[in-house]
């Protein structure tokens, strides 16, 4: 008789949306007759044999709560092989048939030697970043996106009394989709992405052009992975110091910058954000007790799938050229 208990731990930057995950792995995992168990700190945690065990009145408060109840840690001895076997041994030890882990492409890396020790792994995609290949989303980015966007809302009032050029940096990592998205849904004037060269002169002039049709205020959002250099990120070097000195000097206008930096991490999750949390835990807890393993499970056009890690490791998540071009037509790219 297999073992009735399985696992879940989130890996990573925390995203909002992945309380909502580790509540829908507890009811769907009961459910289906599981015992479910959470590791606090991710694989960090796992070595350590940190298991904490679910309840009803734990569950009950933490849907619409951002961040992470089981915490997260990055872990760089889990990526040696005495720190795999440690986290091997400790699963063998509480009886573990299945492991779920919420996180980045890292995080399904870990995931994946330990599928390959024989035990039953499935990733659930989540990062504010939505850079996982095959899935259109990953639990975190439209609330993160929402953050921007209702920031910049915020910004505007001060930009329009000061009449000032905004530049805004987000958050990213090495993608554009953040910034691409909120780019479009905040009315950007200009978004800079890391996946395109950032053309400063062309940004200037359409600037000029807005400024000689009496439009007194513009809005510039700069993705963190946009050239500098990301140790730079969120410090006065960063690239968004470095595109509003060159716009400043170029329109000799007051230009400032915002740092939302890991405001984007926090908040309410949306619900757009809880329903895809609850939709991939409810799939991941499924392949679990179907005994399949080493998946991803995510969402493409609407429907959820579930993909072979191997398969989602092979690739790098790309921004959608459709996308790139709405941004062009509205000016902004
Ligand atoms: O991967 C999520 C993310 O928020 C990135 O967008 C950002 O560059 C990075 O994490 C920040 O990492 P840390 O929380 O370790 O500063």
Redesign the pocket.
Known sequence: MNSRKIAVLTS??DAPGMNAAIRAVYQCGQAMGFEVLGVERGFHGLIKGSFVSFSPQTMDDIVHRGGTVLKSARSEEFKTPDGLNKAWQKLKEADIYGLIVIG?DGSFRGAQTLEERGILTVGIPG???NDIPCTDFSIGFDTAVNTIVNAVNQLRDTALSHERIYVVEV???HSGWMALYSGIACGADAILLPELPADLSLVCDRLRQSILMKKTHSIVIVA?GVGGDPQA?NTEQSSAFQVANFIGKELNNETRVTILG?LQ?GGNPTVADRILASQLASRAVELIYEGQSGRMVGVQKGQVVDIPISEVLKHKRTLDERFIRLGELLGAI
């Open positions: 990573g930057g980045g990062t504010i970043d958050m990213g990592r963190e990120r890991h991490r």
